[in-house]
Structures are given as structure tokens and as C-alpha cells.
């Protein structure tokens, strides 16, 4: 597993969206140690705060847990969906609070849904990153 850097994006945004994906699509399984910020970061030729700081928005959506002196390691993928869900009610509670309706919620729903993704496939495809499930 390799991550590529496109260059269209900060490297730490990559790092997460790359590592992100290799958790989702089952690449990386649950347990399974993640290299040392130090050994990705020489890897990559950037420096080892941009990894730690990628490393940390990863653990913060739940997809890896860090455990002090042992490493990153890729943590359950349905605590990952739970977390996305807890910060999808949460963002859904700010709209209504900021006075949108349920229709306008689902307007935008079906606008974000319905634009394609970077490899070209509809946003709203089923599979591990789609929205049909």
C-alpha cells in the first residue's frame, strides 16, 4: 500500500483522504499497524508534523486509535461509521438551529449526493464511500 501524492491538495489533506480510503475499502484492516509518522513522512519527503497532524484528523473521525509508545493502528470501521454519523446529526442540528428547514436539508442533500466524485462516478453511488446503504 502506497500513498500517492497528487499534488491538487495539502499534503496533509491527501494523507487523510488516501488513508481514509484504504481503511474503508478494507486495504488497511482493523488492528493493522500503520507506519511511524517519522518512517511515512522520510517515505514521503515532507515533514513528520504534517503525518502527526493527518494521523490525528484520522483518529479524530475514528478510523485509527493511537496508542502512546506502540503506534497508529486502524481502529473498527464501525465506530468509524458511528462517528460520521454523530457528526452528521450534529452538523444537522447546527442547520436547523440556523433556521433551515427539512426541505432545504434535503435539497442539499440531493445536490451534494448528486455531484460526481474526482474518479468520475456519481456522488451518490453505493459503495464503500457512496451514499446508498
Do not use: W
Not at 483522504?17 to 517515505?43: D, N, T
Not at 481502529?75 to 432545504?104: C, K, V, Y
Not at 435539497?107 to 474518479?119: N, Q, R, S, Y
Amino acid at each position: 500500500m502506497e500513498v500517492k501524492l497528487s499534488g491538487k491538495k495539502s499534503i496533509y489533506e491527501e494523507i487523510v483522504e488516501e488513508y481514509a480510503r484504504f481503511i474503508r475499502l478494507g486495504v488497511l484492516r482493523e488492528g493493522e499497524k500503520l507506519p511511524s509518522c517519522r518512517a511515512l513522512a522520510a517515505k514521503l519527503g515532507i515533514n513528520p508534523n504534517t503525518v502527526e497532524r493527518a494521523f490525528a484528523a484520522l483518529e479524530k473521525q475514528g478510523l485509527i486509535r493511537t496508542i502512546p509508545k506502540k503506534g497508529a493502528f486502524v481502529h473498527r470501521i464501525a465506530d468509524a461509521d458511528e462517528h460520521a454519523r454523530e457528526e452528521a446529526r450534529r452538523q444537522l442540528r447546527a442547520m436547523r438551529r440556523a433556521g433551515l428547514s427539512a426541505d432545504d436539508v434535503h435539497a442539499l442533500v440531493e445536490e451534494i449526493f448528486g455531484e460526481e466524485t474526482e474518479d468520475g462516478t456519481p456522488g451518490g453511488a453505493s459503495g464503500p464511500e457512496g451514499g446508498n446503504k
